[in-house]
């Protein structure tokens, strides 16, 4: 198969993603909601689904999407996707929203089947609604979409190949997330980790021979405060040229869930035993991932005085960006030497955006995070199109596939 469904399926990731939207604010406290109406980037999803791979004549693509919308949505029951490519808008997508009809509205798997996209390069998708306030536009996702091909035979001397596209996920490699597990006890939250990786592993780390340890202030805490990891979404695209391996161009959705635990309420002492409270220890944390010696990522967030996770500098101001209640940002170091996990690492895009395009509010605030980055880029996203893969005069017939995907942040993996 040139692609296969990875993780959770889509179904689950969307019954939890419903729970997580309209629950998740009992759960760490609930906000007050903005006048005006904002994307969760921490929830946004963009795939490429793609039509008639078998045709290599014919192949298109159209976007899947997942849009999570908070704030004044009072009103508002269809979202308008417009599509433009080098400035020229190519499509539109209309798609029914849900929610509570007040502060929450959302989309899952927003697509249009009359959608026939063609070539590789940058989309754009611009998000707009109508509520009882007059229509909102809101922030542009841009998208890379590549074109991936598998081997398939020969006809009449000639290789023949499938291809598809596929969403590049490279601005994702810093799209780290720290949040509290909704359901805590006494007051108490266990701290998960969302981040991505790009990766040709199929096979996941061993928790039993990762680790994850901590600095606060610089001094060690001296334990490994790893509980879990696993995986929670991603899409792959397997690249495979006549005669060789093939390789899964893949970028997975990773859910770390820790030993830690904070406070979202009240003033009991934790009487859980073999955990870290976050809460009690303020200070500037540094925690590295790592698995059998080798370094995967290291994230650097805050707690505070008052013993809560610190939203971070890109959650303010103009054009900043948005996360469920509870949920923030967190630093992100990507080791790049040979023992480098990820096979495709691009600073110029990194430094340009992040969670499906979004640009960065402040960029000047990320300089310890970009300064860590390579200096050029390393591996490639998309491997190019083998020879004779254009041309192909006998193949069987055409049938729609949908991308290899499975919905992040889902908030799949809460044990």
């Not at 990875?6 to 998740?24: I, M």
């Not at 093939?246 to 934790?270: E, F, I, K, Q």
């Not at 200070?283 to 008052?306: D, H, I, K, N």
């Amino acid at each position: 198969m040139a692609r296969e469904h990875l993780f959770a399926s889509a179904l689950l990731g969307r019954t939890l993603t419903v729970c997580l939207v309209l629950c998740t604010s009992a759960a760490v406290g609930r906000a007050q909601a903005p006048s005006d109406v904002v994307i969760d980037d921490g929830l946004t999803w963009v795939e490429a689904i793609t039509d008639n791979r078998s045709d290599p004549d014919n192949v298109s693509f159209r976007p899947g999407v997942r849009l999570v919308l908070r704030g004044a949505v009072a009103g508002a029951t269809t979202l308008t996707l417009t599509l433009r490519r080098g400035g020229t808008t190519e499509a539109t997508m209309t798609c029914p929203l849900q929610g509570d009809g007040r502060t929450v509205a959302y989309t899952e798997g927003c697509t249009d089947t009359r959608v026939a996209l063609r070539g590789e390069g940058l989309l754009e998708l611009a998000p707009s609604i109508t509520t009882s306030a007059g229509q909102r536009d809101l922030p542009v996702l841009r998208v890379r979409v590549g074109r991936y091909y598998s081997f398939d035979g020969v006809r009449h001397n000639q290789p023949v190949y499938d291809s598809f596209y596929q969403v590049v996920g490279d601005d994702l490699l810093l799209a780290t997330t720290v949040s509290p597990l909704p359901q805590g006890f006494n007051g108490y939250h266990q701290v998960l980790f969302d981040f991505w990786a790009a990766s040709h592993e199929v096979a996941l780390p061993r928790p039993d021979d990762a680790r994850f340890e901590c600095t606060v202030d610089g001094v060690a805490l001296g334990v490994t405060l790893l509980e879990g990891l696993g995986a929670a979404g991603g899409f792959s695209a397997r690249h495979a040229r006549m005669g060789e391996e093939p390789l899964d161009y893949a970028w997975r959705h990773y859910r770390l869930s820790t030993r830690m635990r904070v406070r979202l309420g009240g003033s009991a002492a934790l009487q859980e035993g073999g955990v870290f409270n976050v809460s009690e220890r303020p200070g500037a944390y540094r925690c590295v991932l790592s698995y059998e010696g080798r370094v995967l990522r290291t994230f650097a967030f805050r707690v505070t005085q008052a013993g809560a996770i610190a939203p971070h500098a890109q959650e303010s101001g103009e054009g900043a960006l948005h996360f469920t209640p509870g949920t923030h940002l967190v630093d992100t170091f990507i080791p790049a030497g040979r023992d480098a996990w990820d096979f495709s690492i691009d600073p110029t895009v990194l430094r340009g955006s992040t969670f499906f395009g979004r640009a960065w509010p402040h960029p000047e605030q990320m300089h310890e995070v970009f300064a860590a980055l390579p200096t050029r880029a390393v591996g490639a996203a998309v491997p190019g199109a083998p020879a004779g893969s254009s041309s192909a005069s006998t193949r069987r017939a055409a049938s729609p596939s949908r991308a290899t995907t499975s919905r992040p942040r889902g908030r799949r993996a809460r044990r």
